[in-house]
């Protein structure tokens, strides 16, 4: 008897979870189905962009977000200098409207690549928006020119402008309000760069030294009046040598230097060398960082876009200067 009752209890049950599975199901694939419609609906029409790095695809998100599709092949941490295409981009590069990149052979072993393209497609270098005098040149670097532009804001305003116009000549359509969304982030660029004078200002001439393990920051020295050295030349992939890392520590003990910063896009490893060998020679150096370099912070974070990254940075240099000129 109460065997025959949990068999009928068990038997409805079953069916009650069966039905109910099956409403779930047909409920959740109508439900994807209509995502799967409204995101090709929303991409229709829109201009699809691939760039190389983040900070190309901010500049563009920034002025064109209604009218574009944006994507980077470089995410976080990612050093643009040794990085090598994957099956993937390929298929993203021959499926874009236009291309962005760099140039100044910042993406050294993509450089090539992106060049054909231009036989196909619009393939813009964002560094032709720059005059002759505005790049940095010394022999030490690949090619003879920095790529790291994007470390003096007013350089990247030109950038910024010059992206800008192209969209507005791809984009007619939308063309007025892509002019008015660059006037407004040309003017947060310039609260940026008041930001970082303001932010430097703040420590003395003597300990505005940054010390870093590749030379990516020159154009930010340059701009914000800083020191710059770097353990590497100006590629990552540049070899750093004993003699480096020799003349390093001597030029830190000189200069009674206190802090020095680790990047997200490159080995610790050279920086921690040169740590250790300041304190064999019994001075301190303290660790700051990381900083970022040659690829912005987390997605969807505020170190994830260009400000963000910019304003993480200063914090970051301020902090461990202001702690070694103690
Ligand atoms: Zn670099």
């Not at 038997?11 to 409920?27: D, G, K």
């Not at 941490?77 to 993203?92: E, I, M, Q, R, T």
């Not at 962005?100 to 450089?111: A, M």
């Amino acid at each position: 008897m109460y065997n025959k009752l949990f068999t009928s209890i068990f038997t409805v049950l079953t069916i009650a979870i069966l039905v109910f599975l099956a409403i779930y199901r047909f409920r959740h694939k109508n439900f994807k189905n209509k995502l799967n419609e409204i995101s090709q609906k929303q991409s229709k029409g829109k201009l699809k962009i691939i760039t190389t790095t983040g900070m190309i695809k901010d500049a563009i998100k920034n002025i064109a977000d209604d009218y574009v599709i944006v994507e980077a092949l470089m995410g976080p941490g990612v050093d643009p200098h040794s990085y090598k295409a994957k099956p993937n981009d390929l298929n993203s590069l021959k499926a874009a409207d236009l291309i962005f990149y760099n140039g100044l052979h910042l993406e050294g072993k993509i450089s090539d690549l992106l060049e054909n393209y231009n036989k196909i497609k619009p393939t813009i270098k964002v560094c032709d928006a720059l005059e002759y005098s505005d790049i940095i040149r010394d022999k030490e670097f690949s090619e003879g020119v920095d790529p790291h532009i994007w470390f003096d804001v007013n350089l990247w305003k030109k950038c910024v402008r010059y992206i800008s116009t192209i969209l507005q000549n791809k984009i007619p359509k939308h063309a007025e309000t892509i002019k008015l969304n660059t006037d407004l982030y040309l003017k947060k660029l310039d609260s940026l760069h008041n930001f970082i004078m303001s932010s430097f200002n703040e420590i003395s001439q003597e300990q505005r030294v940054l010390i870093t393990a590749h030379d990516a920051f020159g154009y930010f020295g340059r701009a914000y009046n800083l020191e710059v050295k770097g353990l590497q030349g100006i590629s990552t992939a540049a070899e750093y040598g004993l003699k480096d890392v020799s003349d390093l520590i001597q030029f830190i003990i000189q200069r009674k230097i206190k802090a020095i910063f680790i990047e997200t896009s490159v080995p610790e490893k050279p920086i921690r060398a040169v740590i250790e060998g300041c304190k064999n020679n019994n001075h301190e150096v303290i660790l700051g960082g990381p900083i970022y370099s040659d690829a912005m912070g987390p997605q969807n974070s505020k170190d994830g876009t260009y400000i963000g990254m910019l304003e993480a940075n200063v914090n970051t240099i301020v902090r461990g200067l202001k702690l070694g000129s103690k």
